[in-house]
């Protein structure tokens, strides 16, 4: 009887007029979104089922949103797999490019940031609201990938924005959270509290001298790769022994499954690979895209 009156209900505002269409996403091609005082970059795939699919893409330090979408190649993965790729950028300038702004934690350029520091957490919340209201973006199908800087500010979202994210992918920048007070070879448990478990896959490089996965380094790296998916695994409740394989012939991943609703955590390694996008980019659309919110 409930849903009968909810379709008489709404039946009744059509012959009216006083139902709302939702609205329809009018953006294409590459174009600049205004959120707030910043402009960003958003690909849009040609034809897209909307709203649609969003993956959110951050650069690392010093660089830009735009030379981030094109190095990557995320355009392209966009353009075959139907997703919309947003490249921001930070909002503390540094060099020629931006830094993104991590609570407590220094930048490159070795300072921490203030007060009065841009709300990088804020600003990216924001610019989902916004493509969703559009009517271009899912809200239950968001996610986050980035670079470095990038992929060490995708973690700290998944940290403190898990509510908005399915699923989150860091690149050479895999965190769990701040070093551990003087122990710099663990992450701290109270910096990293996520509100719901949170499923990750992370890329990295045996190779990478600037976030080695075996840890060290400067202080807002420090502690090693394994640790930062133990600490993940331990957050989502995996409760499975991690399966390590070989899944091309120089990427080795290790996996922990049976997590608290699904929310596997994922470590893929390539063998002589460096500080740079090393990632199969279908591999990475092909976790994201299970998970919803």
Known sequence: MAKLLQLLAFLFLLVTGTAHAAPTCTLTGDARVAVGDRSVLVHVPQGPTTPAALVILLH?????????????????????????VAAPDAGIPHDKGFVWNIPGVPTVAGTIP????????????????????????????????????GGRMTSWLGCVAADRFAAIAPVVGLRAGNPLGSDLSRPDPATCRPSRAVPVIAF?????????????????????MHAAEQRWAALN???????????????YEERYTACQGGADV???????????????????????SQHRR
Request: net charge negative; with cysteine.
């Open 60 to 84: 690392g330090s010093g660089g830009t949103g735009a030379a981030m979408l094109r190095d990557s190649r995320l355009a392209q993965a966009s353009d075959q797999h139907g997703f919309l």
């Open 114 to 149: 203030g007060p009065d520091a841009p709300d990088d957490v804020a600003f990216i919340g924001a610019l989902i609201d916004q493509l969703a209201k559009a009517g271009c973006v899912d809200p239950a199908r968001v996610y986050a990938t980035g670079l470095s800087g």
């Open 204 to 224: 990295a490089g045996d190779a990478d001298t600037t976030n080695p996965i075996q840890g060290g380094g400067a202080k807002y790296w420090s502690y090693t």
């Open 237 to 251: 409740r995996c409760t499975a022994a991690p399966v390590t394989r070989w899944v091309a012939p120089n990427v």
């Open 266 to 288: 994922v470590g893929r390694v390539t063998v002589g690979g460096g500080h740079s996008w090393v990632v199969d980019n279908d591999a990475l659309w092909a976790f994201l």
